[in-house]
């Protein structure tokens, strides 16, 4: 699909200069880009880039200077978002599946699904569970029984929304997650662990994506709950009782233990570990691999384990640098007291 650059300098907002019946048939990075594709420059660390770059157009700040000439230039404001609204045009529909149910799916008797909800292959709608307008199920996806799964939301291969769980509007669940797997809960006796029952559910609000192979565990009791518009990325473990608050980003590979509570607007680096039973205030960001152990109330960013203000880390990091010198300082003055000490014997 091509399109002209005229309709996507429309399309973003942008002041074109350059042939607007240009003919632009996608997307690229600087370095990649041929005469029919068009890219952006975000950052400064490319701008080496333009003088080289063969893309037939190039998204870029209102105040930037090109000391090029023949280059389209659609000039913006913001080029990361208006080259997104660019991407878009060129997006085919993310989530294609063909209308109605597969033959191949199963469905409950006594389940829901709306007659405008796509059902895929081998997908498989539990006893009670209900499936809203336009949902997406793809192939292999579960809905366990009394699940609720919101209009609009989209369960992608393989993904797994076990028993009671709410899935809100207009949510995303990537290949491999499982939402409302039993808690990691264990009571040590002489005879060895017993299990817990996790008796609760998990409530996920409207907006919501969750990555492939996350796991969000169900609570022990009453619900772990995701907020309104929160993003979770892969390979993420939301552990029981968590309350995630909405709006918040989660990076791949965090871990967040047991009754832990986000507030709105939390972000977490990857592989960021959280302590159970404390509470992150709206606003905080932690860098990636911090390790929260204790509440965090104040807004700002944090690094390293324990997490901590980033501008006292980095003294702290500066100072221990130092420390090593001094020590070394130290020796040899050791050394040359020593020294003296021998000559005046």
């Given at each position: 699909m091509a399109l002209r650059l005229q309709d996507l300098a429309a399309r973003c907002g942008a002041r074109l200069e350059g042939d607007g019946e240009a003919a632009i048939c996608g997307p690229a990075t600087l370095d990649r880009a041929g005469p029919d594709e068009i890219s952006f420059l975000g950052h400064p660390r490319y701008e080496s880039l333009l003088a080289t770059t063969t893309a037939g157009a190039v998204v870029i700040a209102n105040d930037f200077e090109?000391?090029?000439?023949?280059?389209?230039?659609?000039?913006?404001?913001d080029p990361s978002k208006a080259f997104t609204a660019i991407v878009a045009a060129f997006a085919a529909e993310r989530f294609e599946q063909p209308s109605g149910v597969h033959p191949t799916a199963s469905i409950a008797a006594d389940a829901t699904v709306d007659p405008s909800a796509r059902v895929g292959a081998n997908a498989v709608v539990d006893a009670g569970a209900t499936v809203g307008a336009r949902a997406v199920l793809a192939p292999g996806a579960y809905v366990g029984p009394r699940a609720t799964i919101g209009?609009?939301?989209?369960?992608?291969?393989?993904?797994?929304?076990?028993?009671?769980?709410?899935v809100g509007a207009r949510c995303i669940v990537h290949p491999g997650a499982v939402v409302g797997a039993e808690g990691f809960g264990f009571e040590p006796t002489k005879e060895g662990w017993v299990r817990i029952p996790q008796c609760g559910?998990?409530?996920?609000?409207?907006?919501?994506?969750i990555g492939a192979?996350?796991?969000?565990?169900?609570?022990?009791?009453?619900?772990?709950?995701?907020?309104?518009?929160?993003k979770i990325d892969n390979l993420v473990h939301v552990a029981h009782n968590v309350?995630?608050?909405a709006s918040s980003a989660i990076a791949a590979q965090v871990g967040i233990a047991g009754s832990a509570r986000l507030d709105d607007w939390v972000v977490l680096g990857g592989q960021v570990g959280v302590n159970g039973h404390i509470r992150i205030s709206s606003g905080v960001r932690l860098g990636g691999q911090?390790?929260?152990?204790?509440?965090?109330?104040?807004?700002?960013?944090?690094?390293?384990?324990?997490?901590?203000?980033?501008?006292?880390?980095?003294?702290?990091?500066?100072?221990?640098?130092?420390?090593r010198e001094l020590a070394v300082r130290v020796k040899q003055l050791e050394a040359r007291l020593a020294q003296l000490e021998e000559g005046a014997r």
């Open positions: 090109v000391q090029r000439e023949g280059l389209a230039l659609l000039r913006v404001d209009e609009d939301t989209v369960l992608l291969a393989g993904a797994r929304v076990l028993e009671a769980v709410q559910t998990v409530v996920v609000e409207d907006d919501v994506e192979n996350t796991t969000i565990d169900r609570a022990r009791f009453g619900a772990t709950r995701i907020g309104r518009g929160a309350e995630i608050g911090a390790g929260a152990f204790g509440d965090l109330t104040e807004p700002g960013d944090y690094i390293g384990t324990p997490a901590r203000p980033r501008s006292e880390a980095l003294r702290s990091m500066a100072a221990s640098g130092r420390a």
